[in-house]
């Protein structure tokens, strides 16, 4: 339901020991804490006082958090279904031994190829690969479930494919394909990002993947208009498409859900429609959830008819919406037209 808050990701650090070329936060072991433990709970508190959603704690690297499992059990406690968004380089047994004993449901990790050149590539950071490696085995020891992200630019595209077989392979739950936003580190790979006219292509072959596949989840993130291919060929298929669904998920079977069901909690408190959106509704540390959810910019985002040019008449915006952020990034205004979309909404190419 949109306006329902579901899933909030926590940034409970802003340091990692990766670089990687598209990080959103820019994310250095050099940058300084920003929240103590006491703040942190607090964040916790003010969350429980407007909703009971999925809390993901992540960074940054929250494993370099000592406190990160009082975090993980207060949470827990509080009813919350607690999951954790680790790079997996750091994790091993106690890690383990204390993600079952605070109650993490589910944690992600992230891949971003099929070979160790590629993902260290795209970390940044030799010995990357193997690390993740690492920690996937004691995940998958201690009977831990894991989902994987992928991100892909023009560096790593031609290996998607093969980057969902291993993650397959390796036992995950779910295939995250993430197509970039620039924004953070990603402002770098502004050249990198995925040509328009491949966009439909690989999400046309993503539609045929999900209907084929019956062993893992699989969907694609910060793609939205996937959503519109997805009924387009449902509809040429002439019959209900397959649809499954985690049930620690973002809350909805949609494109854009930034600010509809979701938000990021920065760790400076302050509050974000997505990960990758860099436009504050207001701070968690002097304001209520409450009063932030339904902020103007909140409100924008859940308002569909505010939205501008092709992006405000199409006929599949319900369903896709365009990627705000994505928009933001390439014009300033998170109102404009998703920029890596090339739809024509059907009535303006009746009006040609």
Not at 18 to 38: G, I, Y
Not at 54 to 60: E, K, T
Not at 182 to 209: A, F, Q
Not at 245 to 250: A, D, G, K
Request: aromatic share 10%; proline share 4%.
């Amino acid at each position: 339901m949109r306006g329902e808050l579901k899933w909030i990701a926590w940034e409970t650090t802003p340091r990692c020991n990766l670089s990687c070329v598209h990080c959103r936060s820019s994310s250095t072991m050099h940058m300084p804490e920003v929240m103590d433990t006491k703040q942190a709970l607090s964040v916790l508190d003010k969350i429980g006082d407007f909703c009971s959603p999925v809390v993901v704690l992540s960074g940054g690297e929250p494993l370099l958090r000592k406190d990160i499992f009082e975090l993980a059990q207060y949470g827990t406690d509080k009813g919350f279904r607690m999951c954790m968004a680790t790079n997996g380089t750091l994790i091993n047994d106690t890690h383990c031994e204390k993600m079952i004993e605070t109650g993490i449901k589910m944690v992600s990790l992230s891949l971003d190829g099929s070979t160790v050149e590629i993902h260290d590539n795209f970390r940044n950071h030799k010995g990357a690969y193997a690390g993740v490696m690492r920690g996937i085995e004691f995940l998958k020891k201690h009977n831990i479930p894991f989902l994987i992200n992928s991100s892909f630019t023009k560096r790593n595209q031609k290996d998607m494919e093969n980057t969902y077989r291993l993650a397959k392979e390796l036992g995950a739950t779910a295939w995250y394909m993430f197509m970039i936003v620039p924004t953070g580190r990603g402002e770098d790979v502004m050249s990198e990002l995925i040509d328009t006219k491949d966009y439909d292509d690989i999400l046309r072959w993503h539609y045929r993947l999900e209907q084929q596949e019956n062993e893992i989840l699989v969907r694609p993130t910060c793609a939205p208009h996937y959503y519109r291919i997805y009924m387009e060929e449902a509809m040429k298929e002439k019959k209900s498409a397959k649809r499954r669904n985690l049930t620690f998920s973002t809350g909805a079977n949609k494109g854009c859900v930034a600010g509809q069901t979701i938000c990021l909690i920065r760790s400076d408190g302050e509050v974000l429609p997505c990960s990758y959106f860099p436009v504050s509704g207001g701070n968690i540390f002097t304001q209520s959830m409450e009063e932030i959810w339904n902020s103007k910019l909140f409100l924008e985002m859940r308002d569909f008819d505010v939205y501008k040019g092709k992006c405000g008449v199409c006929e599949y915006r319900g369903v896709c919406g365009g990627c705000r952020a994505r928009a933001y990034a390439v014009t300033g205004d998170y109102l404009d037209p998703e920029p890596f979309c090339d739809y024509e909404p059907g009535h303006l190419k009746d009006d040609k």
